[in-house]
């Protein structure tokens, strides 16, 4: 009846390793896909930057045109 037992935890054991090496091989894959993903991401967020900072520089600029035109317009009435 022991001899049972021992069968059935040498069996659970080497499932539970087996498992535990399938598991290990799908996140190592799943690392290794994520990589160039958090690269185009990166590379996309500096790109939104530069453009929100042109955005920027620009409203910045017509801004102060803007309210160089209401003063001389105020000024000329």
């Known amino acids: 009846m022991i001899w049972v037992l021992a069968v059935v935890v040498v069996g659970l054991i080497a499932v539970l390793a087996e498992l535990l090496l399938s598991y290990q091989k799908r996140a190592h894959d799943l690392r290794s896909k994520q990589e160039p993903l958090r690269r185009r991401i990166r590379a996309h967020s500096l790109a939104m930057e530069e ?7 620009t409203a ?5 045109y803007l309210t160089e ?3 001389a317009a105020c000024a000329s009435k």
């Open 51 to 57: 453009a929100v900072s042109g955005v920027e520089g």
């Open 60 to 64: 910045a600029d017509q801004l102060e």
């Open 69 to 71: 035109e209401t003063s």
